[in-house]
């Protein structure tokens, strides 16, 4: 039997949470664990409580809200995604998955539908990594991939930790973080990238993730007056960032159009115009969907920053924030979203994810596989990401259908 979502609610909900934490030019800056990340979790909470779903938090604030099933205790089919946003994001990412997770939940109570299996809706913690350098940080946790205390002692550029906020809203939940009995989860997110929208495909059967590594890259110099001092006798970490930026993305051009390289948050000390640094710090993002290239990577990026501290002579050091190998999502899952596209007659195609999801973390422990809307010009971590609501229907839509094959409904009240 054919069922859709009701297109209207979701849309009007996503329009909704897109009021809380606005960003500067239409879009979100909600972060996590902030005030305005606490004021998303809250409207949705009096969402599900309306829609008489129960809800608990873990240990690191993983938000978990259930709809039960006919079997009391059965490993439950999960979906969701993240509500925080990037500081500068979109009114999409993530909270589509939140909330197209919550509108099948309504949908399902609309069509008196019952499951064998409960239905659990998952809010992950800091999935983005922007205020807490650690990105699908909550789902890590979960899996056992970061350590509870490494993640709570995370700090902000404020110096406030993850654990001490966590104490603060009242996420610290009395229930230990582990991946809970689950047959299935699905993840649906926009694609964040040209290719659905290029090739006029309306859904994106998420088959891979590609892998990822962040590095926080220091460069030591010795601080001197920016006017009597000659060039020739500076060392000057500027002078070594400048080559180390042009290498690394030199090496990413020259690694195939896979690879990515993105270089951010510049810091340098002293805060002065006319000192040499005697400290600069950036961040690197490197992407690939092949492990073993991404290894080359990592040795080449070390290589390359040894190289130009030694000819200016600066100190330097890399530390691995984030190392998220590439994903492959399980097959069945991956054909329970193939068939719900083909049964709701929307077109789709198989594809790899360039952005990193809690999803990710989901699969080492549970069957799992994304489901992708396109958006517009493939743009996101941008305020001016959007979609229609048309798409937004057909992906809850198809998420619908796979929930329901993972899930088992067995009657209608
Ligand atoms: O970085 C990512 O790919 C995700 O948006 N956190
Ligand atoms: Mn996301
Ligand atoms: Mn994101």
């Given amino acids: 039997m054919v069922m859709r979502v009701d297109g209207d609610r979701l849309w009007a909900r996503l329009m909704a949470m897109a009021e809380i934490g606005p960003g500067v030019a239409g879009g979100s800056n ?22 008489g779903c129960t809800h608990h938090f873990d240990e690191i604030g993983n938000l978990f809200i259930t709809r039960t099933g006919a079997v009391v205790d059965a490993p439950s089919v999960l979906v969701g995604s993240h509500l925080d946003t990037q500081p500068t994001g979109g009114r999409f990412d993530g909270v589509y998955g939140v909330l197209g997770g919550f509108e099948v939940i309504e949908t399902l109570n609309d069509l008196g539908i019952v499951t064998e299996a409960p239905i659990e809706l998952v809010v992950w913690t800091n999935e983005e990594g922007s205020r807490f350098q650690h990105s699908m940080m909550g ?24 654990g001490e906020e966590l104490d603060r809203l009242g996420w610290n939940g009395e229930r230990a973080t582990s991946p809970a009995d689950h047959d299935a989860a699905f993840e649906l997110h926009i694609e964040q990238g040209p290719i659905l929208e290029a090739a006029g495909t309306e859904v994106g059967v998420v088959t891979d993730v590609q892998g990822l590594r962040w590095y926080t890259i220091e460069l030591f110099g010795y601080p001197a007056h920016a006017g009597p001092t000659p060039m020739n006798v500076r060392r000057d970490p500027a002078r070594a960032l400048g080559e180390i930026i042009n290498g690394v993305y030199e090496l990413a051009a020259a690694s195939g159009p896979d690879a990515r390289a993105t270089f951010a948050m510049f810091e340098s000390e002293p805060t002065s115009p006319n000192t040499v640094p005697e400290l600069i710090r950036a961040r690197l993002d490197m992407r690939h969907p092949d492990e073993a290239t991404l290894d080359a990577l990592n040795e080449e990026v070390h290589r390359i920053v040894e190289r130009s501290s030694t000819r200016h002579d600066v100190g330097h050091r890399i530390t691995i924030d984030n190392h998220s190998p590439p994903v492959q999502f399980a097959e069945q899952c991956v054909s329970a979203v193939e068939r719900g596209a083909r049964s709701l007659g929307l077109s789709s195609q198989r594809i790899v994810s360039g952005a990193g999801h809690d999803a990710c973390y989901v699969a080492g422990h549970v069957p799992t596989a994304m489901i992708f809307i396109p958006c517009d010009d493939g743009l996101s971590h941008n ?14 839509s198809v998420l619908l259908h796979a929930v329901l094959e993972a899930a088992r409904s067995i009657r209608r009240l």
Avoid: K, T
């Fill in 30 to 51: 909600r972060q996590a664990l902030s005030d305005e990340d606490a004021a998303g979790r809250a409207l949705l909470l009096s969402w599900a409580a309306a829609a």
């Fill in 383 to 396: 305020e001016a990401e959007n979609i229609s609501e048309e798409q937004a229907e057909a992906g809850a």
């Fill in 139 to 162: 789902s890590a946790v979960w899996a056992g991939s970061l350590g509870l205390e490494a993640a709570r002692d995370l700090v902000d550029v404020d110096g406030v930790s993850v």
